[in-house]
């Protein structure tokens, strides 16, 4: 159990997302979650940022997916993504 204290017991924890920046809650859900499918790391990214990755691997148009409007440039939700030099 990595994400499990030296007692065995879960709390949720705070993580900076590696895309956006923003900081999200890894819940003691989603920690049993990733015991049981045995996975070693947390999560790098947000949520948001997850569901964009993903779409931009199928191929998915951004403005289909919600969005941070602070990273992406847009005023509401689901917005269209602006290139920001090189970043991705």
């Known amino acids: 159990m990595p994400f499990a204290d030296a007692s065995g ?16 809650t890894f819940t003691v859900g989603e920690q049993k979650f990733f015991d049981e499918k ?8 947000c949520k948001n940022c997850r569901a ?6 199928e191929g998915t148009k951004p403005d289909q997916v919600p969005a941070h409007k602070e990273f992406w440039g ?3 939700e689901v917005g269209n993504r602006r290139e920001r030099g090189n970043r991705r």
């Open 9 to 24: 017991n879960y709390a949720d924890k705070t993580i900076k997302c590696s895309r956006c920046h923003q900081e999200f």
């Open 38 to 45: 045995d996975l070693k790391f947390p999560p790098g990214k």
């Open 52 to 57: 964009i990755a993903k779409a931009e691997r």
């Open 74 to 76: 847009g005023d509401d």
